[in-house]
């Protein structure tokens, strides 16, 4: 490299180190136009563009770099995280493999590989390759990391929670490690310990992205609305096109700073590529800011233009669930008396249930008021132990019941000594409520019903993580979630007919003290007035409804989706009246 260049590299290195990567690219891009065959500004303009989160544009760039240079390995790696981070894992699985007959650093391309299995959904392979790599290399801090993430990612807590203090033994000031166990700690309901994690990260690095969301997210679910929102201004400026910036504040900030907050969206929607996750996000966003300034058609096409690309990019499998509800009810005939275990569980549980959106939130924070009872949040015990036996297609039986309710017990949280009863609001253990009450005798199931088009609705506006909830994508496979849900409820009624609870949301908004009174009784707690006011309720909230509970109890959103009646057209059609009778009623 000449004594011009050396200067102009220097300069564009210089630049990246100080947290200035659209000057990096800038003096890069120069010295690819003065220095067309040095290979290392090609690089360095491709790693500024992903450090603004452009890893699509980057791709190019470390493609030119190669072509210059095609053992650059630093250009190599560049390649294959640009890949990964845009859903190509395959294309990256296929040059790590090329890669690893060349390459002597066989800990780092074991490390992409896991990377790139991890992000293509296949953490079980993930984890073998870790596993592989931590055999040979065991003091690789970011490899622990990862593998705490692909833990987290199968359910496996505890040991996603181990990895990540083992990454921390080795790299203490890791940012991405310190976020990553503050959502361990948000899970446990350890909030203050969550917040302290993520702003260590940020004391270490304020412009981290990975930490900067996670502290809005946990600000939020707090109840900090306004330092939320202050935060994901700051991520904005980092990227002005970050997606979860732009649909945080579309749906935390006032009608009033939505005017200001719509150019931006418009911005970010002509950047980024249509047909990707990005512009899903994106797209929701300016659905989001044109509802909170009354634009309901202007809203409506853009939700639709939304999920459509969301449904095109997360699919969903509705014969596997339809083949779990046949699997399920066919597990609990009438006559189930003789596989109830006798055990009963303390402190009692109380399992809110219901479709998604349905005020199964607002009902655990009700019930969560009272001084002895504990907020669990939505614990996954039930839902991974029922599919765990459903997979060894045996037979429900006493063992099967008590084998259950162990594993049910290890999700279990710490909980205050006076604590007499918990809350587990997991919406979709509607699914499961046979195998609930024949493992936990003394459980209460409150069950929430709501009109299902509100309820779509409301899941139409909401973006959902889950990939079990990638129905709410599109409008028929919704109807057909939302008619099976039905199928479920009415199987379980006829199962176990005094044992449920059944309550209206139009109640608990119109008469939130006499409901509250009713959730009490059946809960076997004393009333105390705390639980006519929800809103006071200082726990965490960590569902969409995080904001919604913060207020007093109303009635805004009952009959509201009358107002976009037409955009739900194909929501409503496939809704099926022999299930929903009500419906035609008025």
């Known amino acids: 490299m000449s004594m011009a260049a050396k200067q102009l590299a220097d ?31 090609a690089n360095v303009c491709g790693i500024a563009l992903a450090q603004q989160n452009n890893q699509r544009e980057s791709i190019p760039y470390f493609r030119k770099a190669l072509q210059l240079y095609p053992t650059n390995i630093d250009a190599q790696n560049n390649l294959v995280q640009a890949l990964v981070s845009i859903g190509q894992a395959d294309k990256a699985l296929a040059l790590i493999d090329k890669y690893m007959s060349t390459r002597k650093d066989h800990d780092n391309l074991l490390y992409f590989k896991a990377m790139a299995e991890s992000h293509s959904g296949d953490h079980t392979a993930a984890e073998s390759t870790l596993n592989s790599l931590l055999a040979e290399y065991p003091k690789v801090a970011r490899a622990h990391n990862l593998l705490g993430a692909v ?9 996603a929670l181990t990895a990540y203090e083992k990454a921390l033994e080795i790299d203490p000031n890791s940012p991405d490690t310190l976020t990553n166990m503050a959502l361990i700690q948000a899970r446990a309901n350890e909030m203050g310990k969550a917040l302290g994690y993520v702003e260590k990260a940020l004391t270490i690095n304020p412009k981290h992205y990975l930490s900067l969301q996670r502290y809005g997210n946990l600000l939020n679910e707090s109840g900090q609305t306004e330092k939320a929102i202050e935060t994901f201004h700051k991520l904005l400026q980092i990227e002005p096109q970050s997606h979860d910036a732009l649909l945080e504040l579309a749906t935390l900030s006032p009608a009033a700073e939505q005017p200001a907050l719509q150019p931006i969206i418009d911005a970010a929607l002509r950047k980024v590529p249509k047909n990707t996750l990005e512009h899903a996000f994106i797209s929701l966003a300016k659905a989001k800011s044109a509802l909170k300034l009354g634009n309901h058609a202007e809203a409506d096409k853009w939700f639709a233009i939304g999920n459509a690309e969301f449904a095109a990019k997360v699919p969903f499998d509705q014969d596997r669930t339809r083949t779990e509800l046949e699997a399920i009810c066919g597990h609990f005939p009438a006559d189930h008396s003789a596989r109830v275990a006798n055990e009963a569980l303390s402190p009692a549980p109380i399992f809110v249930l219901g479709l998604p959106r349905s005020g199964t939130t607002l009902t655990e924070q009700v019930i969560s008021s009272h001084p002895t009872v504990y907020g669990a949040g939505e614990l996954p015990g039930i839902e991974r132990g029922s599919r765990l036996f459903l997979d060894k297609n045996t037979p429900w039986d006493l063992p099967a019941a008590q084998e259950l309710a162990h594993f049910y017990r290890s999700f279990l949280p710490e909980m205050p000594a006076e604590t007499t009863a918990f809350v587990d609001k997991m919406p979709g253990n509607y699914k499961r409520i046979g195998f609930i009450l024949s493992a936990l005798p003394n459980a209460k199931i409150v069950h929430l019903i709501r009109d299902p088009r509100e309820v779509a609705l409301s899941m139409w506006h909401t973006v959902f993580s889950n990939p079990g909830q990638a129905y709410t994508f599109d409008q028929k496979t919704m109807a057909q979630e939302l008619n099976d849900y039905r199928r479920y409820m009415n199987h379980w009624k006829s199962v176990f007919p005094d044992r449920i609870l059944d309550l209206r949301y139009q109640d608990l908004v119109s008469d939130i003290e006499q409901v509250s009174k009713i959730l009490a009784d059946h809960c076997g707690l004393d009333w105390v007035p705390d639980m006519a006011h929800p809103e006071r309720n200082a726990g965490a909230v960590r569902t969409a409804s995080a904001n919604q509970v913060r207020q007093p109890v109303h009635r805004k959103s009952l009959a509201k989706w009358k107002q976009h009646e037409q955009a739900l057209t194909e929501l409503i059609t496939n809704l099926d009246p022999d299930l929903w009778p009500e419906l035609g009623e008025g």
């Open 151 to 159: 833990l987290f990612s199968l359910g496996r807590e505890d040991q």
């Open 11 to 41: 300069k564009a290195t210089a630049h990246l180190n100080s947290g200035r990567p659209k000057s990096a690219f800038k003096t890069a891009r120069t010295g690819m136009k003065q220095f067309p065959k040095e290979t290392f500004f």
